[in-house]
């Protein structure tokens, strides 16, 4: 393994989003601290480093009212952010593009794109200049974790390093990698590797695109293009294009490049050439296929694994690991070193966060292609997913069903959301998705007609969910306690 050479590093395509994009403060901050980074690196070092910008389309009323509320955000951080609601002067700015469906348009000034072998390269320099001892092609074969679970070591292909502190941020192979003294042998994480694909091809047949035309995102057709004058990306995000891959077994395995699939791809295709018509005159194009790790609510995952004391995680970066792992570097480092962050609240990334449930390949399996289909999608509070589903229930969740309720996954456990009226007996009764960012939420009413009975008469909750379980075992009894 080389610094930025293998792994999803050297696939990537170096584009990195704003903080506009994140509806979280904290989420921001960290985002900036990697701007803030990246633009004083490329002052100093020679690396590919433009300041593109983004566009972000919007045909819906759900996405446009969901720009608005990035362009809100973005007036805080750049007053240069725009709204354009005007197709002609979609077209006009941006004439390769089909624009007659866009409602609305956001430009953001503060993306960038990059080169990011190089830059990883000049940050090994740099921490070599600072006293860092870097070797390359010397996997780490065993963590050794001594009385109290403490980190003392770490075995690798030149030899021991003893060590208090081991940092796993080995993206698809985070918590692969050996831990003898652990049940499981590894420390357990909640992340999952899944394929990403983008198409490499030509320029596009026009003499409006040149390396500052910005990235353009679809949202509702959950695409990206990004042109320049030498050559042209373009990426899509369909769930039936994204395969979960088997979990790394070890991180001394060499990197494996998935095969391509046109077929898979075929959807994502389609919408890029219905807004890019030029794609189509394209005659060539290479299907580029690699892996990134992803979490079950789509948040990047750092901080001390309560597995081993010593050991810690930065992992899951969802697609955006260049616009976070700057911001997220640093506030590892903060922690490891003070204690303490900067930053007023981190609980959204925190590792702890999660329960073993979340770490569980098959729940992994079956939840990740649906997270790494929302990398350019805001998920709010509400939001709830339609995959890895009814894994854990109350004993009475089939008459709470037949009762009429509406079921959301917390912590892996389905619960009522609320009771609908008169609800059929074949349906499906798991919540999927988000609420409308305007407007009253379809469940209003129904929560309405619940408090008012709870005040004014009698409310009966099912509270299993919050039950522990408390066993001890000894040789003569078996004892139950709740």
Not at 28 to 56: E, M, N, P, W
Not at 190 to 213: E, F, Q
Not at 345 to 367: C, E, K, M, P, S
């Amino acid at each position: 393994c080389r610094i930025g050479c293998s792994g999803a590093t050297g696939l990537s395509a170096g584009l990195v989003s704003a903080p506009i994009f994140w509806q979280d403060t904290s989420l921001q901050a960290i985002a900036q601290s990697s701007l803030d980074l990246y633009s004083h690196l490329a002052s100093t070092c020679k690396f590919r480093y433009v300041k593109c910008g983004r566009a972000y389309l919007a045909s819906t009323m759900a996405n446009e009212v969901l720009l608005r509320r990035m362009y809100s955000r973005g007036m805080v951080h750049n007053d240069k952010v725009e709204l354009l609601d005007c197709q002609s002067e979609m077209l006009e700015r941006w004439p390769f593009l089909q624009t007659e469906d866009v409602q609305l348009a956001l430009f953001s000034p503060e993306d960038i794109a990059l080169d990011p072998v190089a830059l990883c390269q000049h940050l090994a320099i740099i921490a070599k200049d600072h006293g860092a001892q870097i070797y390359e092609n010397n996997p780490v074969t065993e963590v050794h974790v001594g009385d109290e679970k403490q980190v003392y070591g770490v075995s690798t292909k030149m030899g021991f390093i003893e060590t208090s502190h081991f940092v796993d941020a080995a993206g698809i192979w985070a918590g692969s990698h050996l831990v003898k003294a652990l049940p499981h042998q590894h420390v357990q994480t909640a992340a999952y590797p899944c394929t990403y694909s983008y198409v490499h091809t030509a320029k596009l047949p026009t003499g409006t695109v040149s390396d500052l035309t910005p990235i353009f995102n679809d949202l509702d057709g959950n695409v990206m293009l990004r042109a320049t004058s030498f050559k042209t990306l373009c990426a899509g995000f369909a769930e039936q294009s994204i395969r979960p891959l088997a979990p790394q077994t070890s991180g001394t395995n060499a990197w494996q490049h998935p095969e391509p699939d046109w077929n898979k791809f075929d959807s994502n295709l389609e919408k890029l050439i219905s807004r890019c018509p030029m794609l189509g005159d394209c005659n060539h194009g290479d299907l580029i296929v690699g892996m990134e790790s992803y979490t079950p609510d789509k948040l990047p995952t750092i901080g001390e694994s309560s597995q081993a004391k010593g050991y810690w995680v930065m992992c899951g970066m969802n697609g955006q690991g260049l616009s976070l792992a700057g911001g997220l570097g640093k506030v590892l480092s903060e922690i490891m070193c003070d204690s303490q962050t900067a930053l007023a609240d981190v609980t959204r990334v925190d590792v702890g966060r999660f329960i073993d449930l979340h770490a569980n390949n098959q729940y992994l399996l079956g939840r990740t292609p649906e997270v790494a289909a929302l990398t350019y999608s805001n998920l709010y509070h509400s939001h709830q997913c339609h995959t890895a589903r009814n894994l854990r229930m109350a004993p009475i969740y089939h008459q709470l069903r037949d009762a009429g309720a509406v079921f959301g996954e917390i912590m892996g456990y389905e619960r009522p959301l609320w009771f609908e009226k008169s609800a059929k007996t074949e349906r499906n009764a798991l919540r999927s998705g988000q609420d409308s960012l305007i407007g009253k939420p379809e469940w209003f009413e129904r929560v309405a007609s619940e408090y008012e009975a709870c005040r004014e008469r009698v409310g009966l909750m099912d509270m299993s969910s919050f039950s522990k379980y408390d066993i001890t075992v000894s040789c003569f009894d078996l004892n139950f306690r709740l």
